[in-house]
């Protein structure tokens, strides 16, 4: 699906390529929420087996076509008689009922229960016609060798043990609504409901591209001075987390005309591009986008993750992702993760739990700047990690969680109360 240019009068008004001064992150947050409110959704529902149901968003209200339970059944495992006939029965003096048959779960019985019988009945089987209450088989024993008959040693109401016709679910009541995540007890619900087939929001479909000379594909081995891309399959998960559907990943030379033929190439709804981002010799994209397509931003007041940008290539969204993966991760989750959820249909929220924490010890900021700062639990506080910079992942793999510096503030002192992000509860 392509998105008409910024430069298109349907398109947001704030923001704009700023030359040799980075953007503050609030202005480029406002920036997107201002997109998002010209391109809110993707268009186009799709019906998928109940079987991959499950974390898709429900397209439309599912209204229950039947009503569930459909038929009278025994909820226990014993007899299913007349109330009536139970009437004074005690342990001591038991009312005998004579044995007629047997009402199995999925096939019932022809039989009718008359006065003065009994038909077993086990847990889930249809009740038999002239029965309106199960009494449970701890009450009952048989009466003689042949178990003809049997003594009932407890009085019960009419309806007791038995489950009516949409006492679960009535038919025509609507059950879920469009808009909803599906969770594995709705996946159950469909099944009863006899739905193979659920209508749900059309996944959006994202593009990486990853740049880089010195990568090999990801998994590889290291070979020479070249090592094994982990960007791609990173954004990959995130990208399956928010909803969404990554495309393969496709490894770009760092060549102008080689990331171009790509990009040109790419049917996705959104375009992630890691690397050549920055102002070196070999970092295309920003100029690409410039010459090209439409540069939005590019240089964001964040750090990690200062380089990145944001434009468009043929009406669609581009995000410059750093080829650094601590600060490719975090300019994902800062302004990346909202639009895949969005426009697969989820109500957009940050991925992590969050807690109120103290500071074991002080951290310096820059004000004007927002920072990502990993941290680990110690005695119930925060301490951050003493590697901060944007290139080792392993401190992201090690920490407990995270906490924001905003722009404002140039300084958090230790005793400090702040949020703390916690990494081991994604709740997406």
């Not at 590889?220 to 094994?228: I, K, M």
Request: charged share 20%.
């Amino acid at each position: 699906m392509n998105f008409p240019s910024k430069s298109s009068s349907q398109s947001p008004s704030l923001g704009s390529c700023q030359q040799g001064k980075r953007t503050p992150v609030e202005v480029v947050q406002a920036w997107i929420e201002d997109f998002l409110k010209t391109h809110p959704t993707l268009s186009g529902d799709e019906a998928v087996k109940l079987s991959e149901a499950y974390g898709r968003i429900l397209a439309k209200d599912v209204i229950a076509p039947i009503s569930i339970p459909h038929f009278q059944r025994g909820m226990m495992d014993g007899f299913a008689v007349r109330a009536e006939d139970l009437q004074g029965a005690t342990e001591e003096k038991p009312v005998l009922l004579e044995r007629l048959g047997l009402s199995r779960p999925g096939q019932g019985t022809s039989l009718q229960v008359q006065p003065g019988t009994a038909i077993q009945i086990f847990t889930g089987a249809p009740l038999p016609d002239g029965a309106d209450t199960v009494i449970p088989i701890e009450h009952c024993k048989p009466h003689n060798d042949k178990q003809t008959y049997w003594e009932m040693g407890v009085e019960l109401p009419a309806g007791k043990h038995v489950a009516e016709p949409g006492e679960d679910l009535m038919e025509g009541s609507k059950i879920l609504a469009a808009g909803r995540r599906i969770r594995p007890a709705d996946v159950g619900l469909l099944s009863m409901l006899g739905m193979k087939r659920v209508p749900v929001r059309q996944k959006p479909k994202v593009s990486l591209l990853i740049t880089g000379n010195e990568l090999l594909p990801p998994g590889s081995q290291p070979e020479g001075f070249r090592f094994a891309d982990s960007n791609g399959p990173m954004l990959q998960s995130l990208v399956q987390r928010d909803g969404a559907y990554p495309l393969e990943i496709k490894n770009v030379i760092d060549h102008p005309e080689e990331v171009k033929e790509t990009l040109r190439q790419t049917e996705a709804d959104l375009i992630l591009v890691s690397g050549g981002t920055s102002a070196g010799g070999e970092d295309y994209l920003p100029q690409i986008l410039k010459e090209d397509g439409e540069l939005i931003f590019h240089g964001i007041a964040t750090k990690p993750g200062g380089p990145a940008g944001i434009g468009f290539w043929e009406g669609k969204l581009v995000f410059l992702l750093p080829g650094n993966p601590v600060a490719c991760y975090w300019i994902y989750e800062l302004f990346v993760s909202q639009i895949p959820q969005r426009w697969g249909g989820k109500a957009t929220k940050i991925a992590y739990s969050k807690s109120m924490r103290r500071l074991n010890q002080s951290i310096l900021s820059k004000e004007g700047r927002t920072d990502f700062v990993r941290g680990t639990l110690v005695n119930g506080g925060i301490t951050p990690l003493q590697i901060q910079g944007g290139s080792r992942l392993t401190s992201i793999v090690s920490a407990d969680g995270f906490l924001i510096i905003p722009s404002e503030v140039d300084q958090l002192n230790a005793g400090d109360t702040t949020e703390f992000y916690h990494f081991e509860n994604d709740l997406l």
